[in-house]
């Protein structure tokens, strides 16, 4: 599909017919996350949204913080535990969680029995860095790929 014949419109049954993409955290082997990707299907470029099922057990992500994208998380269904900077609460469905730069470090982790359903949307600005405070790593975001820094050679 062309990105000029790309819908503006996506029905709630094309949505529930888009396939769930598994993914999994190159930093985290409990991050393990089902994906319909909206923002893209619907022809956006510089937002990205997703439609995202947590499974019970597992973790959105590595705990991470954003220098230049922002982001948000709005709950759909089911509940999680949200980690923001210090805090650590629970969420549920209706609740929002908005991530200006320079966010604090977040995650999302389903300790609960049901799987935990929601959107996530956010820039996809050129660069980004994305710091992970608690394994002491940083992943720089060029134009479509990811550099992990601890793998770059030492400048002179």
């Known amino acids: 599909m062309s990105k000029t014949s790309r819908p503006h419109l996506i029905r709630a049954a094309e949505i529930k017919a888009l396939p769930e993409q598994q993914h999994l955290h190159q930093f985290n082997r409990r991050a393990v996350r089902m994906t319909r990707g909206l923002g893209t299907a619907a022809g956006l470029e510089r937002i990205g949204i997703h439609l995202i099922r947590l499974p019970p057990g597992h973790d959105s992500t590595q705990f991470h913080s954003h220098s230049a994208d922002e982001e948000f998380i709005y709950i759909l269904e089911g509940r999680a535990i949200a980690e923001i900077g210090d ?3 629970e969420v549920g469905p209706g ?8 966010s604090p470090a977040h995650n999302l982790r389903n300790s609960f029995a049901e799987d935990c359903h929601y959107l996530v949307g956010g820039e996809r600005n050129p660069l980004d860095v994305v710091d992970y405070p608690r394994i ?9 790929r990811w550099v992990n820094w601890d793998d770059l050679n030492e400048i002179d």
Request: hydrophobic letters at 35%; a positive charge.
């Open 87 to 89: 805090l650590e609460c």
């Open 95 to 102: 609740d929002f969680i908005g991530l200006p730069v320079p």
């Open 136 to 144: 002491r790593r940083s992943m720089l975001k060029r134009p479509r």
